[in-house]
């Protein structure tokens, strides 16, 4: 009884007051119920499975009270780590063929009603104990609604635990039973309905679960719609406000307060139009609007000028888009840093080969023949990032006309899309 | 940009349901260094904003997208078939394709962000009362990704109206990279004249075409 199972005492710290109980995947020795229970109680396991087998004793309790539990408490995630312990398993097995034992002898000594459990209809519950198992297995793979059996073996063992069922039943009905063909017909059907009912418990289970998961995902969505039309109507008017006024005071804490102010618009704005269902926003490694998005954000950030980015369709983060964010972001900064604007524009394209983005001004621009040396240098490296991965850069610009950066850069073959 | 030559200042209403942000737009307006634009009056809700558009006839109306009782959408469908004089040019917070696409659908000639400076602002009050839509750049992104051509897109039903044409997309390209209408003119070696037929009739198919991403943006909308 010393050497419990490791997983309980870490297990259990989140939140340990709202937790329910979550049935074993690994370590299980039928169902993981027992294990469920001692994590959500804090007790060695092994006790649990001695309640479990004395409860058995006593007309098969033990055996209804796991069975309940085991429908009704969801496995735990998937990916769950855990030790396992082979002597505590073995000792697992050891107490499921005592309680079962027991339930059995008890049951033929006793009384008359718990005579039940005996012969046919125990073999029923072993047949819907291997199905259901069967069930929970199929449930940790796949995540379709319909794939609850997976595999050949598993595919066998659920035909085996059906089968068992089955002869249970008819056993059951033929060997106690000395009714007329009528009734017999009656009984025959009722016990084919109920065995049925029985084996297809685990379907049913998840049927609820997914149906309530997906109301609870619903009200969130609702609710989240109704914040953000508050927030929207309150906060994001008063920071669009607040960008106006600062416009006309030109002064350095003016120019901060605009910048804290479209900051906070940018984020709230991530938040509010992230699509529903998304608990985080894209990440911007994985997609290139995200990644210039975030790029553009940084360089608003830095120097405290507005970067609006308008992004049409969108394509995978890849090497070559990352050169491409890249030598943007550095366009984006020269413009900020340089041109002497309050606005810089991005805008980008996705076409079926190729991805643009323009980064324009209306700033001083400059004479391209006569740069001074540092900007030389940054246009070099937007150049040479570009080119190095078969994209083209083109720079237009004259004193007093402002300056556009215009990227191109061949798409990488691969046709899907993130949408 | 001043090419218009004003006659008259274009009359203007404004509808938003926050009394601050109102005041704003109005001082903005009605302050120095702006011209060609006067403030009529101005409504915080559906129902006044119905009546006063009825009793002010502004050449212009300031619409605020999002208001409590309907929203900018709520306006223009009480009153667009009964003035159709009026002009509506959007203005919101939202940067969101549902809220651009659809108030455009419902009528307005154009959308612009309320971080909008008042020069700029008042700028554009003159050209939609002139008759030019006023396409942000990020309605002119809208408007690219809603017509474009996608691999497994539904045919175009009406090719009239779900689809662009390739200068109308060139121009749209340029309005999303922030070229004035002057500028995309000696860019693409055309008139202004024919820029702005190409936006008009840019507006014209967002507004009237039954393509898939425009009737979903304008109906998936979230906040009304």
């Known amino acids: ?419 | 940009m001043s090419t218009t030559v004003d006659t008259d200042p274009a009359r203007v209403f404004i509808v938003d349901d926050h009394a601050l942000f109102r005041r704003g737009v109005r001082a903005e307006l009605e302050g120095p260094g702006v011209s060609g634009v006067s403030v009529v009056g101005e409504a915080g809700s559906v129902g006044e904003a119905v009546a006063g558009i009825g009793h002010y006839r502004p050449d212009v109306v300031l619409l605020d997208v999002h208001m409590p009782d309907g929203g900018g959408a709520a306006v223009l469908a009480r009153t667009r078939t009964e003035y159709p004089d009026v002009v509506f040019l959007a203005l919101s917070v939202s940067d969101a394709a549902e809220d651009v696409i659809s108030v455009i659908r419902a009528g307005a000639r154009g959308y612009v962000t309320k971080t909008i400076s008042g020069r700029d602002l008042a700028d554009a009050v003159v050209r939609v009362k002139a008759g030019d839509p006023v396409f942000s750049p990020r309605l002119a992104g809208f408007v690219l990704d809603a017509f474009a051509d996608r691999p497994g897109a539904a045919p175009p039903v009406d090719p009239e109206v779900d689809q662009l044409t390739r200068r109308e997309r060139d121009v749209l390209r340029l309005l999303a990279r922030g070229y004035a209408y002057k500028e995309i003119a000696a860019e693409l070696v055309i008139s202004i004249k024919t820029v702005e037929t190409h936006v008009s009739s840019v507006l014209r198919k967002t507004q009237s075409s039954n393509r898939h991403e425009l009737s979903r943006w304008a109906t998936d909308r979230r906040l009304v």
């Open chain 1, 1 to 419: 009884m010393t050497q419990t199972d490791p997983g309980p005492a870490e297990a259990v710290t989140p939140a340990a007051g709202e937790r329910r109980v979550q049935r074993y995947r690994r370590g299980a020795v039928v169902a993981g119920v027992a294990g469920g229970v001692a994590e959500h109680l804090d007790v060695p396991v092994l006790r649990v499975r001695i309640a479990f087998t004395v409860l058995c004793a006593l007309g098969g309790a033990g055996v209804l009270a796991y069975g309940g539990l085991w429908v009704f408490c969801p496995l735990e995630p998937a990916g769950t780590e855990r030790e396992v312990d082979d002597r505590d398993r073995l000792r697992g097995y050891g107490l499921v063929a005592l309680g079962l034992a027991l339930a059995l002898v008890l049951s033929a000594v006793g009384d008359q009603i718990s005579g039940w459990i005996l012969g046919p209809l125990g073999v029923a519950l072993v047949g819907a104990a291997v199905v259901w198992r069967e069930a929970d297995g199929g449930s940790g793979t796949g995540r379709g609604r319909t794939r609850v059996v997976s595999g050949r073996a598993g595919v066998l063992r659920a035909v085996l635990g059906a089968v068992l069922v089955a002869g249970g039943i008819a056993a059951f009905l033929l060997g106690s039973l000395d009714v007329g063909a009528v009734q017999f017909g009656l009984l025959a059907a009722t016990a084919t309905l109920v065995g049925v009912v029985v084996l297809t418990v685990p379907w049913w289970m998840r049927l609820v679960r997914e149906l309530s998961a997906e109301r609870r995902e619903r009200i969130r969505s609702e609710e989240r719609a109704e914040i953000a039309a508050h927030l929207h109507d309150s906060v994001l008017q008063t920071l669009a406000l607040i960008q106006r006024h600062t416009e006309v005071a030109g002064d350095e804490t003016a120019r901060e307060v605009r910048r804290l102010a479209r900051r906070q618009e940018r984020e709230l704005r991530d938040w509010l139009y992230q699509e529903a269902g998304d608990e985080t926003p894209t990440p911007e490694t994985t997609c290139f609007g995200a990644a210039l998005r975030t790029a553009a954000g940084d360089v608003e950030d830095t120097f405290a000028v507005s970067v609006a980015p308008v992004i049409v369709g969108d394509a995978v983060f890849d090497v070559r888009t990352a050169a491409l964010v890249a030598a943007a972001r550095e366009a984006m900064t020269n413009a900020a840093k340089h041109a002497g604007v309050e606005e810089v524009s991005v805008y980008a394209e996705v076409e079926d080969g190729t991805v643009s983005v323009f980064v324009r001004d209306r700033g001083k621009g400059f004479e391209p023949d006569a740069v001074p040396t540092d900007r030389h240098g940054l246009a070099d490296s937007i150049h040479a990032r570009v080119e190095r991965h078969g994209g083209t850069v083109r720079l237009r610009t004259a004193p007093g006309e402002g300056t556009e950066v215009g990227l191109t850069m061949p798409r990488t073959e691969q046709p899907s899309e993130v949408a």
